[in-house]
């Protein structure tokens, strides 16, 4: 509400002060000599009245505002804790996953020099069949 | 008083408008935890030795085992994620 943001507090506030001194004035307009402003009474309290309503209504609008950006702050602090806490965690599965992948490699390299070192020697005693690599080789295909 | 009018009507219709600033995304995940795991596991060659079938079959239990922790850590990170989103109210 771009009028709430562009005049300051203190203008309601005056306006609000102005108009119900003014409207209190009415009731005083035949002691003062001046005879035509009598005439003008009831428009001048509509106006006052109208005025002192627009300004009561901007005060609550002023109010409901800071209240609302206060909660929008909160709200504001709250989330930038939310993504700090959410970039830790993206730092930890990636530091998880990283040590965790290069202790499973290590452990089959480990076993990759077992075998070479001492399945090795079993290469000539033990002959694979054709149809034990075909099932091995059959269990490998994934879903096309 | 016509004028009065309208321009009283509008500025109660200005007090109406409540725009909403917060705008929150779910956090993107990890390079690392998007990367697929490979198509296909290793095959053995017709005539492997047994010192062949054994290093395949190893290197395919390895492959295995990187996708199981990928998998195991999107699951943990969705949770722990959606835990830290929901905090905020």
Known sequence: ?144 | MKYLSFLIFLIILQGCSSPVPVKRNFPQAPGVLLEPCPPSLKSLNSGAKLSDVATTIVENYTTYHECAIKNKTWIEWYQNQKKIFEEVK
């Open chain 1, 1 to 144: 509400m771009w009028i709430v943001h562009w005049l300051p507090s203190w203008v309601f506030y005056g306006l609000l002060g102005i108009s119900i001194v003014i409207f209190g004035i009415t009731y005083f307009l035949r002691f003062i000599p001046l005879p035509f402003l009598y005439t003008y009474k009831i428009p001048i309290q509509i106006a006052t009245v109208l005025v002192a309503s627009i300004s009561i209504y901007l005060l609550g609008a002023r109010a409901n505002e800071e209240h609302w950006l206060a909660k929008v702050r909160e709200l504001e602090a709250k989330v930038a804790q939310a993504e700090a806490k959410s970039q830790e965690e993206n730092v930890r599965v990636v530091e998880k996953i990283v040590v965790q992948n290069r202790v499973v490699r290590e452990r089959g390299q480990d076993v990759v020099r077992y075998v070479d070192k001492e399945v090795v020697k079993y290469n000539n005693v033990c002959e694979i069949p054709g149809v034990f690599i075909d099932a091995h080789n059959k269990a490998v295909e994934g879903v096309k």
